[in-house]
């Protein structure tokens, strides 16, 4: 399973930005992964942004509080991709986003970066002032 995360840039506050997750090497199996989102600032911890869970589980969403509102995610399962909406960015946005996948993961356990196997590479959002 390789994950290909993009969509990130330079924008300044209250625009907004889309990346995209894209599954390769997945095909219909992709409807069976949970795909979450986190964000890393250099010299901090990766941060837990949002989560949909596989469609066997209802394809629910989940957010951190800070992008409740703002944030929104979503699947497309056709094209084995997952979507992060962000609109009224906040220059507390920025960081390194990193799309994560996980077939096995239980729902209670959907915030924690190691719950997820299979980790994209990032895509920067730097979101100006």
């Known amino acids: 399973v390789q994950l290909q995360a993009s969509g990130g840039g330079l924008v300044q506050a209250g625009n907004s930005l889309r990346l995209s997750c894209v599954a390769s090497?997945?095909?219909?199996?992709?409807?069976?992964?949970?795909v979450g989102w986190f964000r890393q600032v250099p010299g901090k911890e990766r941060e837990f942004v949002a989560t949909?869970?596989?469609?066997?589980?209802?394809?629910?969403?989940s957010y951190t509080d800070s992008v409740k509102g703002r944030f929104t995610i979503s699947r497309d399962n056709a094209k084995s991709t997952v979507y992060l909406q962000m609109n009224s960015l906040r220059p507390e946005d920025t960081a390194v986003y990193f799309c994560?996948?996980?077939?096995?993961?239980?729902?209670?356990?959907?915030?924690?970066?190691?719950?997820?196997?299979?980790w994209g590479q990032g895509t920067l959002v730097t979101v100006s002032s």
């Open positions: 994560a996948a996980s077939s096995t993961l239980i729902s209670s356990s959907r915030f924690q970066s190691n719950s997820y196997g299979y």
């Open positions: 090497g997945l095909g219909r199996a992709f409807s069976a992964y949970t």
């Open positions: 949909i869970m596989r469609s066997s589980g209802g394809g629910s969403t």
